[in-house]
């Protein structure tokens, strides 16, 4: 059988992410977000919603947030869902899926927040630098990072930089809240992201259900944010929903 390149592959899912006609609507907070996504993908928006929107759940009686860092933004359901949620607030969405990127801004405008959500390329990381990436689904994960079987090509670059570059290039006085799902990357991130955490204080809904060494994210993010003065919880028993909050 005759095997199709990656990049050939690569090529047919940005078309395809462009003029896909595939919409869906959901419910949030008494609002209806709709959006696109891919015709291949298995997930149905449903169930991605049922893993986004409890992360809003620790966070409703919060509706003065002026400034939120979305990690791993995929194609927007959070950014949106935070735009209905937080009035005043402007989203940082970082995605570096190219894919990802072209539903996350039609999605964005669809539901007329595009104006409010500003847009980065870059992965997260502990240091900057260019490091093998792929998506598969609607999942985009770092090689150094990935539970994705070992066979499949890691073929694309991304570039990494540290949530603490991130903030300090746009000069954030004021960080109310990152959500981080980035497919394993977490714990590294969170190591590049300390000096804006203990200056900023934001608080953390990390989605560390991801499995590296045989564990766990969820352990070592959390061990290591206590360490810093944050109190850590999860949002209910084997979630791996990790809410975070600075105490001290």
Known sequence: MTMVPDFVKRIVRLIE????????SVEF??????????????????SIAS??????????????FVSILDAGAAEGLFSIAACLLFPKASIYASEPSLRQRILLRRNLMRNGVRH????????????????????????????EASGLPCDLPFSERVRTVTIDQCTAAQNLRELNLIKMDIEGAEIEALHGAAETLMRLRPRLLIQAYHIRN?????EPCASFLAAIGYS???????????????DH
Request: net charge positive; charged share 20%; glycine share 6%.
């Open 214 to 218: 045989d564990v766990r994210t969820f």
């Open 29 to 46: 907070q008494g609002a209806t977000i709709t959006g696109v996504n891919s015709l291949w993908w298995s997930s149905t928006p449903q």
């Open 17 to 24: 992410a462009s003029v896909t006609p595939r919409t869906y």
């Open 116 to 143: 409010r959500v500003s847009i980065y390329k870059t992965a997260f990381w502990n240091s900057e630098g260019l490091m093998s990436f792929r998506s598969h689904g609607p999942l985009s994960r770092l090689r």
């Open 51 to 64: 893993e986004i929107f409890p992360c809003f759940e620790p966070l409703v009686d919060q509706r003065d």
């Open 232 to 246: 850590c919880r999860e949002a209910s028993p084997g979630s791996g929903l990790l809410y975070a909050t600075y």
